[in-house]
């Protein structure tokens, strides 16, 4: 059975760092890509981050870029996102998801259950 | 960047009808798109790639079509479990991804 499990949410202060962590099981975490997605309260949900299966390819939105990094440890099958600088905007349930493909281009298929960011003034 | 509109942003519903959700990209993204079904609290559930493609354990009554800038998600028959969130997203032109604003199906 595919699960990721996520860890690493909480309340930051504004300008503040948090790193959140996806541990996967159940699949060859090394064959897929994997997105990070978050949705602030009450939105819709907006895509943050995606990195390769490899970790040679990473790519981000605009909105985090220069401030967030994707990165993976395929040798303990766990997906990361260091976050530096954090601001309101950032307020929002982060979430994991694996994608079908190994660069990308498919759709996520699997989610982890969400972690909450809440940065704080 | 792709912009992909959902219309309508509420659709009010009989339990055992038909919904329609539409679910339009800015340029033609092929058949590059999935629909997520999303409960409050829980993480977005797949049901639909390629745009017409059910993902696995998905019902039957759940359906997609379309290609290049003009998508539909059909729910045949609703359930009670069916009434929630709706996002369309496209995986075809990227970075970045891009998720529609969502369909909130309702009981009418």
């Known amino acids: 059975e595919v699960q990721l499990l996520q860890s690493g949410g909480g309340l930051v202060q504004r300008g503040g760092s948090l790193r959140l962590s996806c541990a996967a099981s159940?699949?060859?975490?090394?064959?897929?890509?994997m997105n990070w997605v978050r949705q602030a309260p009450g939105k819709g949900l907006q895509w943050v981050s995606t990195?390769?299966?490899?970790?040679?390819?990473?790519y981000y939105a605009d909105s985090v870029k220069g401030r967030f990094t994707i990165s993976r440890d395929n040798s303990r099958n766990t997906l990361f996102l260091q976050m530096n600088s954090l601001g309101a905007e950032d307020t929002a349930v982060y979430y994991c998801?694996?994608?079908?493909?190994?660069?990308?281009?498919?759709?996520?298929?699997?989610w982890g259950q969400g972690t909450l960011v809440i940065v704080s003034s | 960047e792709i912009v992909m509109t959902q219309s309508p942003a509420t659709l009010s519903v009989s339990p055992g009808e038909r919904a329609t959700l539409s679910c339009r990209a800015s340029q033609s993204i092929s058949s590059n798109l999935a629909w997520y079904q999303q409960k409050p609290g829980q993480a977005p559930r797949l049901l639909i790639y390629g745009a017409s493609t059910r993902a696995t354990g998905i019902p039957a009554r759940f359906s997609g079509s379309g290609s290049g800038t003009e998508f539909t998600l059909t729910i045949s028959s609703l359930q009670s479990e069916d009434f929630t969130v709706y996002y369309c997203q496209q995986y075809d032109n990227w970075p970045p991804l891009t998720f529609g604003g969502g369909t909130k199906v309702e009981i009418k």
């Open positions: 159940g699949f060859g975490f090394s064959g897929f890509a």
């Open positions: 998801a694996r994608v079908s493909s190994p660069l990308g281009s498919s759709a996520a298929g699997y």
């Open positions: 990195i390769s299966n490899s970790g040679g390819n990473t």
